[in-house]
């Protein structure tokens, strides 16, 4: 026998859940009623890929995220129209203005591997001004809770679109999308977060 402690609203809705499971027969997964990250959480430490000039190669996230101030945007995929026409290229423009208002660094990460990471940086003409972190196993975006299942549209299991603002490993700002448009989690959003 284990205890899980649950704030009101997860408990809320998991024991909902759980009634009507109990109703119904079905199996519930408490992981998917956990909240995701929030302010003041600390960035999980996990393994994933950054695209070097030979290939991928591996980082950890504390490494990449954990010091200084650091602004991170998750996209649901590479090349994909509104992360390829306006978030990604949004950074871009902005990385400037955003290192104006302290940010040491910017990344982008996607539930894809390095190797299209690293094209679809090249793509955009990132350069220095945005780093590109492949989670191709989503184990960071299932480590945040910032998953989203979206094998229905024939792409697996992908990222939800946010921005964060990172201060030592601790997230001060988080700006998730309700849905796949681009509203709060834009570079121009963020950078009105941090005025």
């Known amino acids: 026998m284990w205890t899980v402690s649950l704030g009101a609203p997860e408990a809320l809705r998991y024991g909902n859940a759980l009634c009507a499971a109990r109703c119904t027969g079905e199996t519930i997964h408490l992981e998917e009623y956990l909240m995701s990250i929030a302010v003041g959480d600390k960035i999980p430490d996990v393994k994933v890929q950054v695209p070097g000039d030979s290939g991928p190669e591996p980082a950890q996230t504390a490494d990449l995220l954990g010091t200084g101030t650091v602004v991170l945007f998750g996209v649901p995929g590479a090349f994909t129209p509104t992360c390829s026409d306006h ?43 945005v780093g590109m972190i492949a989670d191709g196993s989503a184990l960071f975006t299932k480590a945040i809770g910032l998953d989203v299942d979206l094998t229905g549209g024939g792409l697996g299991v992908r990222s939800k679109r946010y921005a964060a603002v990172i201060k030592d490993g601790v997230v001060t700002h988080l700006a998730v999308e309700d849905t796949l448009g681009l509203d709060v989690s834009s570079a121009d959003a963020v950078l009105a977060a941090l005025s």
């Open 87 to 129: 978030h990604l290229p949004g950074f871009v423009i902005r990385a400037d203005d955003l290192k104006d208002k302290g940010v040491d660094r910017i990344f982008c990460v996607s539930v894809n591997d390095a190797f299209v990471m690293g094209a679809w940086g090249r793509a955009n003409e990132v350069g220095e001004g």
